[in-house]
């Protein structure tokens, strides 16, 4: 009897029926991020008597596109989201994820760009996606940028050109239909980035609804938010964690947040935090496991009388 043959069969068929498990496992998580899903909150803090007599303000809030040229299901995705008539769109950063790949987005972002609009941006924003190191981002070891430029100045000039409000370290003050609002946001926190001091102090009070943009939910960034009186946060960056267990529970953040607020609609120091999923990765992590991408609207209703 061959000893060796009898000991490695079991190890080689054992080794292979792995590696195969371990492929489908991944090609799964490249097909979800193709899934795109549509959450909906409601958010009761007006006043009453704000919205006059309508139901909600809708924000719909859109984060992390992550676009690479050619990737036509998110763009038909992305655009049909008009069809939800949006009072208000947030981008919240991370659009980018080539340097080919403003005119897609723009693309994606078309029918949006006619409603009224803010941004701010992320780092991939500014500069190009590289290889990460996993072991890094399981340790939760904040990466380098490349610092290879993007084109981000060309498609914050399609963004002001059709209407939309860059909110980077600015405080704007304006009204949709008969609602005044307070908005003001920091450049990306997660890499040092902002410069809260430049917007610092509480939102105009004759605002009926305040908003803090900020691209990634640094807690540090969040708490000057909260204690300057914003009711509202937006968020994104941190794609939900990505990388989850069964029912959505992140492994890890990404960034200073906790990862039981990692994504969705939660308090922080009294003010309501919103994290969306984001609907894109880094070109070179193309995988979501139980964290599908996704955008969401938000119903800010008016409180119980």
Known sequence: MNISRVVLRPLLTGSALAAAAAGAFLAWGNTELRRFELKKVTLPILEPGTLQGAEAFRILHISDLHMIPGQKTKIAWVSALDALTPDLVVNTGDNLSDAAAVPDTIAALEPLLDRPGMFVFGTNDYWA?????????????????????????????????????????????????????????????????????????????????????LHAPEPRVLEKFAADGYQLSLSGHTHGGQFCLPGSRAIVTNCGIDRERVQGLHDFAGMAMHVTNGLGTSKFVPFRFFCRPSATLISVAERPR
């Not at 904040?142 to 430029?149: C, L």
């Not at 981000?152 to 609602?179: C, P, S, Y």
């Open 129 to 213: 996606p590289q290889l990460p190191n996993p072991l890094n981002y399981l340790v939760g070891k904040r990466r380098t940028p490349s610092y290879v430029d993007l084109p981000w100045r060309d498609m914050r000039a399609a963004f002001i050109e059709r209407g939309w409000q860059d909110a980077t370290h600015a405080r704007l003050e304006f009204k949709v239909g008969q609602l005044r609002l307070a908005a003001a946001g920091v450049d990306d926190p997660h890499h040092d980035l902002d410069r809260y001091a430049e917007i610092a102090g509480p939102p105009n009070e004759d605002a009926d609804l305040s908003l803090a943009l």
